[in-house]
């Protein structure tokens, strides 16, 4: 099955920094990878997500690449704030349409 | 608010004992999961139903099942709860299979 490793596990930076997420997967098949945001004591809510036939995208703040030769995702968040503060799940799921598989998350700290 | 519905929020109980946690999906979503976050840690997937039947199952201990019901709702049921079974249990929903699917608040249980 899926294996998704993340790194770092905690990450902190100055409020204005960016800060940068780095995910790889196993799976060759997996062609679609959503990111999570989990606010502490709060559920995870889905931020941005990419499909194997993109190789970036951008939601304001916010950015993933893909390279799917190397099988690793990032995610890259410019600007930093303090609300940004929160653990972050990548993810990955093959084209068989099967269950998401989560990295082990990153604790940022933006710190103000 | 995800749409996505569990109670109850919270569950206090003895090791030994059963409970049941039960899931409403999002409106015209066919498939739930199902999954667990111990204390720090990331998001352990425990088993996941389509329309019914059962999709795929994660590291689901035998004293937990689960199942969905004709109107897509969906209850996990722990048995001979131990200490070690204190979490948050989280309950997801998405349209079809492979999806970010949208995640309910919860349901955290402290077994004592």
């Known amino acids: 099955g899926e294996n998704v490793e993340q790194h770092p596990s905690t990450l902190s930076v100055q409020e204005g920094d960016s800060a940068v997420i780095k995910c790889t997967y196993s799976d060759s098949a997996s062609n679609y990878f959503p990111w999570y945001k989990q606010e502490l004591g709060k559920r995870p809510q889905l931020i941005i997500d990419i499909r194997s036939n993109v190789g970036e995208k951008k939601d304001q703040r916010i950015a993933v690449t893909l390279n799917k030769t190397a099988k690793h995702f990032s995610l890259h968040i410019t600007e930093t704030q303090p609300e940004d503060s929160a653990v972050y799940f990548c993810a990955a799921t093959p084209n068989a349409g099967n269950m998401l598989t989560f990295g082990g998350g990153t604790r940022l700290m933006v710190k103000p | 608010d995800s749409g996505v519905t569990q109670t109850p929020k919270h569950l206090i109980t003895a090791t030994g004992q059963r409970v049941t946690l039960r899931c409403s999906p999002r409106s015209g979503d066919l498939s739930v999961y199902w999954y667990q976050q111990s204390l720090d840690q990331g998001l352990q997937f425990l088993i996941q139903y389509y329309n019914g039947e059962e999709r795929a199952k994660g590291n689901i201990l035998e004293r937990f099942s689960a199942q969905q019901f004709p109107d897509l709702h969906s209850e996990l049921n722990l048995s001979s709860l131990e200490l070690g079974d204190s979490a948050l249990y989280f309950c997801?929903?998405?349209?079809?299979?492979?999806?970010?699917?949208?995640f309910g608040s919860g349901t955290r249980l402290t077994v004592v």
């Open positions: 997801a929903s998405s349209v079809t299979p492979g999806e970010a699917p949208a």
